[in-house]
């Protein structure tokens, strides 16, 4: 497990196959007569690290404000309703615009909660070639394979239990009712009146926007996660 452990940190920090094949090499000589390394076992060290940097983001996104307090995921009131936005706070209304914001990214946090397992499970079955694909690919490449692999998921986990955050205290009904009067305008661009769906995308598009920055500490600055061991490790790498 100790070599194990070196092989994926080792790994994380090379960008091409050459640079993977050399590090393998310099580590198999200095264990000296031990087996050599695996593909397979490359691979799972691959998958423990990508889940220690995904639970941390999914883990902060579910914190209560992880959403609503953090500027980069912050659900704003729906874009394609500005204008109405800017019409309540005109009247006054400022105060419910900016409960009814809170309610969305609460829900968002409540969501956040699902989406661990669901990550985890699609790491635990990405094949050798997938993993090879993610260590050579861009610095995003883990976060697309999990876009790709876990979204329609992640979807159907998420609404129900936005829907549910969102319900208690009418928004849905609220926005509904909002958008269905200016739709009926005549010659305005029309508005989509799904706040759940608004809400759900927004949530999933934050919590894969955590992720990708967990996937860039990993690739460029994994010490920052390891032990003293670990670290004399890649001070052995240098």
Known sequence: MKYFGWAMVLLLSACTSTQINQALGDLNKSVGGNQPLTTAEVAEGLKEALIKGISTGSDQASQLDGFFKNPQIKIPFPPDIKRVEDRLRQMGLGGEVDKFVMTLNRGAED???????????????MTIQDAWNILKGDD???????????????????????????????????????????????????????????ATNKAMDGLFLLIAGEEKKIREDPLARTSDLLKKVFGYNK
Not at 186 to 191: A, D, G, M, N, Q
């Open 111 to 125: 969501a956040a909660r699902e989406a661990k397992p669901i990550f985890i499970s699609a790491i635990r079955q």
């Open 140 to 198: 995003n490449a883990a976060t697309e394979y999990l876009k790709r692999t876990t979204s329609t998921q992640l979807y159907e986990k998420f609404q129900p239990v936005i829907a549910n955050s969102l319900n208690k205290v009418n928004a849905t009904k609220y926005y509904g009712d909002l958008v269905g009067t200016y739709n009926k305008i005549p010659l305005v661009e029309k508005v989509n009146p799904d706040l759940n769906d608004y």
